[in-house]
């Protein structure tokens, strides 16, 4: 059984979508962003950078293996597994490029993109000029990638196109159009397609946010900063001294 800490955003489909396809048993476990539950000092353990999604193995061998971050996960599972990861050791070298690129530029890009969107004051229409330009970058790369083939990584449906789907999925909301990007239109179609990703999107759809973030919810939504990690180390070395 794996313990998946879940919330029902684009970084938490990612893993979904592989679980779906994967067939294995999981319990989902709300991680409330909203309410700033991954700031909790048992989620910390599990993920020390307070995000989700993260996972923890219960079937393994000796004791229970967590993992944190998408890239790590969709890894971890894949070879745990044996599937939806090329066997032969280039494939497997240009799996890990695309799950580091989407972690390294693509998710980022989009993230801030998402913020500037949604959370920001008014005001700030620099960053979001900025964020869109990187946002269509990354299309552009996959839009390049994606001329011979079908999928990333060639023919064959792979965690390289599971990890990468979820920031296209949303390119509307985002105010993006993916029109200049048919390549990448068509794959974003295909995948959609199938029914262990729509399973892995509407994975707790019931917690989805009907209504614009308080201001409490964005302040702990992107609160996260340096000063709020030393504040959990000061309170982690307070704890081991009582």
């Not at 971050?69 to 890894?75: D, H, P, V, Y």
């Not at 620099?126 to 990638?145: F, M, N």
């Not at 909301?173 to 993916?178: A, T």
Request: charged share 25%.
């Amino acid at each position: 059984m794996i313990d998946f800490y879940y919330w029902p955003t684009p970084n938490g489909w990612k893993v979904a979508i592989l679980l779906e396809e994967l067939a294995i048993p999981y319990k989902m476990c709300p991680v409330n962003i909203g309410k700033g539950e991954q700031f909790a000092p048992d989620f910390l353990k599990i993920s020390p950078n307070h995000r989700m999604p993260a996972i923890v193995d219960h079937a393994v061998a000796d004791a229970p293996v967590a993992v944190f971050e998408s890239g790590a996960i969709m890894f971890y599972l894949a070879e745990k597994t044996g599937r939806f990861i090329p066997a032969d050791p280039l494939g497997r070298k240009e799996a890990l490029e695309w799950l580091f690129w989407q972690t390294g530029n693509q998710g980022p890009m989009a993230g801030q993109l998402s913020h500037f969107v949604n959370y920001a004051p008014d005001g700030q229409d620099y960053s979001k000029t900025r964020y869109a330009g990187e946002y269509d970058r990354c299309l552009g790369v996959l839009e390049r990638r994606l001329a011979d083939r079908d999928y990333i990584l060639g023919e064959t449906y792979s965690i390289a196109d599971m990890i990468c789907w979820p920031w296209v999925l949303i390119a509307k909301p985002l105010g993006q159009s993916l029109d200049a990007f048919p390549n990448v239109a068509r794959w974003r179609q295909a995948v959609k397609e199938r029914p262990a990703v729509r399973r892995g999107v509407d994975l707790g759809k019931d917690l989805r946010r009907t209504a614009p973030p308080s201001d409490a919810e964005r302040k702990i939504l992107f609160g996260q900063t340096a000063q709020s990690t030393t504040d959990q180390c000061a309170t982690d070395q307070s704890a081991s001294t009582e």
